[in-house]
């Protein structure tokens, strides 16, 4: 089994800045896209950023030139660094990993707890 811990996650007023990070354990034998979703009350998760094994980023257009994504592959774990934080960006923010657990078997998704973050206006 697979495990992702999520830290990071508070309360800040717009313009400030906030560092989540989440980290895998488990039997991992690879980890290909990890990223970073959120969702607000009453409205569906959405994407926020990714990033695969080879460091490609992608981010939604609503965080391009604010947030970076980043990972360490030796131990396992990406960060988002959120800059010029808005109200809108209020969320539980989930992390997310597509772990292979062996170098014969599929991969599959694994989820974080989720952390919220609050910006206040």
């Known amino acids: 089994q697979v495990q992702l811990v999520e830290s990071g996650g508070g309360l800040v007023q717009a313009g400030g800045s906030l560092r989540l990070s989440c980290a895998a354990s488990g039997i991992i034998f690879s980890i290909n896209d990890m990223g970073w979703y959120r969702q607000a009350p009453g409205k569906q998760r959405e994407l926020v950023a990714v990033?695969?094994?080879?460091?490609?980023?992608n981010y939604a257009d609503s965080v391009k030139g604010r947030f970076t994504i980043s990972r360490d592959n030796a131990k396992n774990t990406v960060w988002l660094q959120m800059n010029t934080l808005k109200p809108e960006d209020t969320a539980v923010y989930y992390c997310?990993?597509?772990?292979?657990?062996?170098?014969?078997?599929?991969?599959?998704?694994?989820w974080g707890q989720g952390t919220q973050v609050t910006v206040s206006s």
């Open positions: 997310n990993a597509d772990v292979k657990m062996g170098r014969f078997m599929s991969s599959r998704d694994y």
């Open positions: 990033i695969t094994g080879g460091g490609i980023t």
